[in-house]
């Protein structure tokens, strides 16, 4: 299998990308990386290292920056490393891409480089939120989309419970709707809408879900529009930074606490654990006619490791081939 990585996308490129991915191609030798960005870098950042058999440069001489408008640089930046990952994807010279750059723009790669699977009128971006039973909780849409129709949260519902299952291994996923309430009829009028699709529909539809129940992992496959789902979102990666910061100030009071810092310390870490971004890779744009992942802006190495990871367990599991029977069968 071959999987292209955006090398110049994110907050540390290129360097964590290529330290990633000779970490990838060291750890999975039947996996071709593909790194796309400016050759000259690439291939000097790789000589410095022990560059594996398996990892190849493909040059592209642009980068679409965090700054730059989604549409307008897809459109006018056609060599950016970020657009040719996604054309290797459509050519089927990769059988995925991951890129750790701005998301708008790899959202407009993924619709107009890569391109929709028939029957899917919205990607969704479906990261996993960390839950306090380790298994997570895969929640779409997180952000592709600000606005949402029911036939929209049906689509996520299918594709989230697929991917779940195919890459993540849950057998039989629980799919929940994040609402306002657990009663059926609470809600906005989508909301309403929707929950009769998903009780129909061809998965384990478990009923309303509250937000403040999310991380106790009452669900395997979280549903909502992309507006409230990228609040929620925000809101519990704002609440774990101000969680943690404040522990910071209280542990380094005095020698007492800090002495009780020392003793907590390994639950401590544990806890941080649980909650870093990095020990789930990325977040699939799903619904597009390829595997897209998006890693995490600021990733390292070890996300961008683990990003691999997750592609690899798509390509392998056919994901799209079963999605695409899936939506098709309806």
Not at 50 to 71: C, F, G, Q
Not at 216 to 234: E, T
Request: hydrophobic fraction near 45%; charge should be neutral; aromatic fraction near 4%.
């Amino acid at each position: 299998m071959r999987i292209a990585i955006d090398a110049m996308g994110g907050d540390h490129a290129p360097v964590s990308n290529v330290e990633g991915a000779i970490a990838a191609a060291q750890l999975w030798t039947d996996t071709e990386i593909i790194l796309v960005g400016d050759e000259a870098e690439l291939e000097r950042l790789l000589a410095e290292r022990t560059k594996p058999a398996n990892v190849r440069v493909h040059h592209s001489s642009e980068v679409i920056l965090a700054d730059d408008e989604p549409v307008k640089a897809v459109r006018r930046k056609k060599d950016a490393s970020m657009v040719v990952a996604g054309r290797l994807v459509k050519e089927k010279q990769a059988e995925a891409m991951i890129s750790a750059g701005n998301t708008g723009a790899l959202m407009a790669t993924g619709l107009l480089v890569v391109g929709r699977m028939k029957g899917i009128e919205r990607p969704a971006l479906a990261p996993i939120i960390p839950t306090m039973n380790d298994q997570g909780v895969l929640a779409l849409d997180l952000g592709a989309n600000m606005d949402a129709k029911p036939e929209h949260l049906l689509q996520y519902a299918i594709m989230g419970s697929i991917y779940r299952e195919k890459v993540y291994g849950v057998k039989n996923p629980r799919v929940g709707l994040l609402n306002v309430g657990t009663e059926a009829m609470k809600g906005n009028e989508l909301t309403k809408e929707t929950y009769p699709l998903l009780e129909q529909a061809p998965i384990r539809f478990i009923g309303n879900v509250e937000s403040r129940d999310v991380l106790n992992g009452n669900c395997d496959v979280l549903v909502c529009d992309g507006f409230v789902g990228n609040i929620l979102l925000k809101s519990l990666e704002g609440t774990a930074g101000a969680l943690f910061s404040v522990l910071k100030q209280e542990f380094t009071r005095s020698w007492l606490t800090k002495l009780a810092a020392s003793i907590l310390m390994p639950g401590l870490k544990r806890l941080r654990s649980k909650m870093d971004y990095k020990e789930h890779g990325g977040a699939p744009l799903l619904g597009l006619d390829g595997i897209v992942i998006k890693a995490h802006g600021s990733s390292d190495a070890t996300a961008v490791q683990n990003a691999v990871r997750q592609a690899r367990a798509a390509i392998r599991n056919n994901f799209i081939e079963t999605i695409s029977s899936e939506i098709s069968g309806k």
